[in-house]
């Protein structure tokens, strides 16, 4: 239960820090929305990349012998 807790945190937070981000680009340099879109797909990616090395990792430490 807490690896699905810390995956689902991990893709949540790459969204949130891409959507942020986006949003802070579009505030300074008035590109609403094409920061925020881009930024937050940019964070969706990288939080799917997170979930997925971190899925990864937690198969290995199960799977040895």
Known sequence: ???GFRLS???IAGVAVGAGMGW?????LSTS???FIV???L???AGVVN???TAGAGQNKR???
């Open 43 to 45: 964070g969706f990616a």
């Open 24 to 28: 802070g680009f579009d505030h300074l």
């Open 39 to 41: 930024f937050l797909l």
């Open 51 to 53: 979930v997925v090395r």
């Open 63 to 65: 799977g040895g012998s």
């Open 33 to 35: 929305p094409f920061g």
């Open 9 to 11: 945190s991990e893709l």
């Open 1 to 3: 239960m807490a690896l």
